[in-house]
T-cell receptor, first 110, second 113 residues
């Protein structure tokens, strides 16, 4: 069963690129990875989802290496409004288990 | 489109009581799933309903139960409340049967005294 770990916190400055990594050593072949952003007093909000290699959308990129034991969420040119907690989620398709990461608190400074 | 709506927003109960939380999914979404979020345990999956049937279940005791109605609205019930049940309870909806993209509500903050 996949177990996910993330750094507890990260600091950045406006305009910088931020990379948040999630480790999921026991990920199985058909499991997929999703990332969510959560602000205080709100539910998580979908950012991006991927299975392998690289996925890009209008707000982020997701890099998944060939061994799939980790994934990296990349936020280009962060702003103050990106200050939030970011969660990875591994969904195991053969058993339908949802394993959330511990969350990374990103603080963006001006 | 209106988002996922959860009621009530805040709830205070005492040990031993039971509680029912409500979730209205995005119109057209047939899957509703529930999650518990605590500072200690983080985000944990409770269960999922699709077309009025529980299709998936996390590792929680039987005191946690739910149901889904024909209009896809869902309720979650916790019986015999314990102090450790204090948490933010989130529901999420999705159009179909998978978990690829979940739309979360703002949650119900439950405090058990």
């Amino acid at each position: 069963l996949a177990k996910t770990t993330q750094p507890i916190s990260m600091d950045s400055y406006e305009g910088q690129e931020v990379n948040i990594t999630c480790s999921h050593n026991n990920i199985a072949t058909n499991d997929y990875i999703t990332w969510y952003q959560q602000f205080p007093s709100q539910g998580p909000r979908f950012i991006i989802q991927g299975y392998k290699t690289k996925v890009t959308n209008e707000v982020a990129s997701l890099f998944i290496p060939a061994d799939r034991k980790s994934s990296t969420l990349s936020l280009p040119r962060v702003s103050l409004s990106d200050t939030a907690v970011y969660y990875c989620l591994v969904v195991t398709t053969n058993t339908d288990k949802l394993i959330f990461g511990t969350g990374t608190r990103l603080q963006v400074f001006p | 489109k209106a988002g996922v709506t959860q009621t009530p927003r805040y709830l205070i109960k005492t040990r031993g009581q039971q509680v029912t939380l409500s979730c209205s999914p995005i119109s057209g979404h047939r899957s509703v799933s529930w999650y518990q979020q605590t500072p200690g345990q983080g985000l944990q999956f409770l269960f999922e309903y699709f077309s009025e049937t529980q299709r998936n279940k996390g590792n929680f005791p039987g005191r946690f139960s739910g149901r889904q109605f024909s209009n896809s609205r869902s309720e979650m019930n916790v019986s015999t409340l314990e102090l450790g049940d204090s948490a933010l309870y989130l529901c999420a909806s999705s159009p179909g049967g998978g978990y690829e993209k979940l739309f979360f509500g703002s949650g119900t903050q439950l405090s058990v005294l």
